[in-house]
């Protein structure tokens, strides 16, 4: 019999995450993330796109000013500094990686091509996506859907931090707020709801890409979340 197509992922990693909600990077936080996401690379292809919030947020950055194009291009190269401290510590605990970036930067990176992702999770390699879409005005949540398509995942896993789910409400502003354990994209669409761009939430609906929302909190949860485990919310078409 033939083998089973091993279960492909992308998984989206805001920049807070890798700051522990502070300016930079944090070895400890980005060690803990990347051995979770080693474990799991040995029976899943594994893709990433990171976010870069821990050094630029463009839409802020215009907001006092500066002009959202060359903000947002700040935003990008926030985002290779942290692919790179993940393959870093990626290849500490044991995982085969490569760097792909939409801005050219070949002393450190591959350009981005799609094909050749796509060998490199055959071969069991972490593929990290840095440099956002390498355009303005698209959130490294469109992106995650964007690349989820183009390599032909299985599903979107978006990790948060400090909510572990899809929830009703702000659940921090209103505590009446209930957590969905799944959820359509048009529902959450209509109802507004924000924990993930709206941009995004539309491009995964109109392929019928699912998305598992959830929080990085807790031992083993990206982890399990990369395996396939129930965890946090799933969004379907």
Same mark, same amino acid.
Not at 65 to 87: F, H, I, K
């Given at each position: 019999?033939?083998?089973?197509?091993? !279960?492909?992922? %992308?998984?989206?990693?805001?920049?807070?995450?890798? &700051?522990?909600?502070?300016?930079?990077?944090?070895?400890?936080?980005?060690?803990?993330?990347?051995?979770?996401?080693?474990?799991?690379?040995?029976? @899943?292809?594994?893709?990433?796109?990171?976010?870069?919030?821990?050094?630029? !947020?463009?839409?802020?950055?215009?907001?006092?000013?500066?002009? !959202?194009? !060359?903000?947002?291009?700040? &935003?990008?190269?926030?985002? @290779? *500094?942290?692919?790179?401290?993940?393959?870093?510590?990626?290849?500490?605990?044991?995982?085969?990686? =490569?760097?792909?970036?939409?801005?050219?930067?070949?002393?450190?990176?591959?350009?981005?091509?799609?094909?050749?992702?796509?060998?490199? $999770?055959?071969? &069991?390699?972490?593929?990290?996506?840095?440099?956002?879409?390498? $355009?303005? #005005?698209?959130?490294?949540?469109?992106?995650?859907?964007?690349?989820?398509?183009?390599?032909?995942?299985?599903?979107?896993?978006?990790?948060?931090? &400090?909510?572990?789910?899809? #929830?009703?409400?702000?659940?921090?502003?209103?505590?009446?707020?209930?957590? #969905?354990?799944?959820?359509?994209?048009?529902?959450?669409?209509?109802?507004? %709801?924000?924990?993930?761009?709206?941009?995004?939430?539309?491009?995964?609906?109109?392929?019928? *890409?699912?998305? =598992?929302?959830?929080?990085?909190?807790?031992?083993?949860?990206? =982890?399990?979340?990369? %395996?396939?485990?129930?965890?946090?919310?799933?969004?379907?078409?």
């Amino acid at each position: 019999m033939p083998a089973q197509p091993r !279960r492909r992922v %992308l998984l989206k990693l805001s920049g807070e995450a890798f &700051g522990a909600g502070s300016l930079g990077v944090d070895p400890d936080v980005v060690q803990a993330i990347a051995k979770q996401i080693a474990e799991a690379a040995a029976t @899943v292809e594994i893709a990433v796109v990171v976010g870069g919030g821990n050094f630029f !947020r463009g839409a802020e950055l215009s907001q006092r000013g500066m002009e !959202r194009g !060359r903000a947002d291009y700040m &935003g990008m190269l926030g985002t @290779v *500094m942290n692919a790179l401290a993940l393959q870093d510590f990626l290849e500490q605990a044991g995982a085969e990686t =490569r760097v792909q970036s939409a801005i050219q930067m070949t002393q450190v990176a591959e350009p981005y091509i799609p094909r050749k992702a796509e060998r490199h $999770l055959e071969k &069991g390699r972490v593929v990290i996506f840095g440099a956002g879409a390498g $355009l303005p #005005y698209f959130s490294t949540d469109t992106v995650s859907a964007q690349r989820a398509l183009e390599i032909g995942a299985d599903q979107v896993l978006v990790a948060k931090n &400090g909510v572990d789910g899809v #929830y009703s409400a702000d659940p921090k502003r209103d505590p009446a707020a209930t957590r #969905y354990d799944e959820i359509t994209y048009q529902d959450a669409l209509v109802q507004g %709801l924000k924990v993930v761009d709206s941009t995004a939430f539309s491009l995964c609906m109109d392929n019928r *890409m699912p998305m =598992r929302v959830f929080g990085m909190e807790g031992d083993g949860q990206l =982890r399990r979340a990369i %395996l396939g485990e129930p965890v946090g919310t799933l969004v379907r078409a």
